[in-house]
């Protein structure tokens, strides 16, 4: 029997916080599906497309580990765990706001369906104060991001604010 886990996230950009996370999960499970959300309230850099193809470029490097499949995603979490056949959701911790957001995501998702289990992997300390929003931040206003994300994605961060 395969185990199927999906990490869900905007991945706008990915981070190598977000990589340090699916280095991990990829030891845990069979098949890691990578779902990157739509979610426009966010409202993202980079266009679903782009978030998607630079999630496969900076993943490859683990297809090693488990078979990987970068998915994008809309709708509810919970129907997309279920159309993918996951039996847990990867979720990464950073600080204690993210527990608390994310207690109560969990306590929802149960209440949806109660088979499907979270798994909550802590960032490597190297990687705990990393985030999407602050890494675009650092960036628009000419800081470094070198340690923040991979060389690749910080050469499309650079071009898109330019």
């Known amino acids: 029997m395969t185990r199927t886990a999906l990490y869900p996230g905007t991945f706008d950009p990915i981070t190598n916080g977000h990589l340090d ?3 991990r999960a990829v030891k845990l499970v069979d098949k890691l599906v990578i779902g990157v959300a739509i979610n426009e309230a966010k409202k993202p850099l980079f266009s679903l497309e782009e978030r998607v193809e630079m999630v496969r470029d900076e993943v490859a490097k683990f297809e090693a580990g488990a078979a990987i499949e970068v998915r994008p995603f809309d709708g509810l979490l919970m129907h997309f765990a279920e159309e993918i ?3 847990s959701i990867i979720r990464g911790l950073r600080a204690v706001s993210d527990f608390e957001y994310e207690f109560q995501m969990v306590a929802m998702n149960q209440r949806l369906n109660d088979d499907i ?3 909550f992997l802590m960032a490597d300390p190297r990687h705990q104060a990393i985030a999407s929003r602050l890494v675009k931040e650092i960036a628009a206003l000419g800081g470094r991001i070198s340690d923040f994300v ?3 994605v910080e050469a499309r961060l650079k071009e898109r604010l330019a």
């Open 21 to 23: 996370i699916i280095g």
């Open 85 to 87: 056949g996951a039996e």
């Open 117 to 119: 289990e979270t798994v």
């Open 150 to 152: 991979p060389p690749a």
